[in-house]
């Protein structure tokens, strides 16, 4: 099993910044990918961002691409989101996905762990 804890989210105006941490811990040993999705009140869960367990191939969706940066830090076994230049439309909650798949998914079937999920509300 491995277990997912999200930390970071909260309150910021327009044009902020948050970094959104995830924790890994169990069986890390399986994990291949991981990936970050949100889901904003009424509307489907969809894809952030995404990056393998080694760190390379940060993959993002269109809507945050050059805004929000996706890493990894190896010793924490902690996976990141900085988010730059929010929008009222970045209003969700965000949850931290891993997969045993070698490759980045975009598709939450994908993904067998998530985490509990951490709020992020962006509003003047």
């Known amino acids: 099993q491995v277990q997912l804890v999200e930390s970071g989210g909260g309150l910021v105006q327009p044009g902020g910044s948050l970094r959104l941490s995830c924790a890994a811990s169990?069986?890390?040993?399986?994990?291949?990918?991981m990936g970050w999705f949100r889901q904003a009140p009424g509307k489907e869960r969809e894809f952030v961002a995404a990056?393998?367990?080694?760190?390379?191939?940060?993959y993002y969706a269109d809507s945050v691409k050059g805004r929000f940066t996706i890493s990894r830090d190896n010793a924490k076994n902690t996976v990141y989101l900085q988010m730059n230049s929010l929008k009222p439309e970045d209003t969700a909650v965000y949850y931290c996905?891993?997969?045993?798949?070698?490759?980045?998914?975009?598709?939450?079937?994908?993904?067998?762990?998530w985490g509990q999920g951490t709020q992020v509300t962006v509003s003047s």
């Open positions: 996905a891993a997969r045993r798949g070698p490759n980045i998914a975009t598709l939450g079937e994908a993904y067998g762990y």
């Open positions: 169990g069986s890390i040993f399986s994990i291949n990918s």
């Open positions: 990056i393998r367990w080694s760190g390379y191939s940060p």
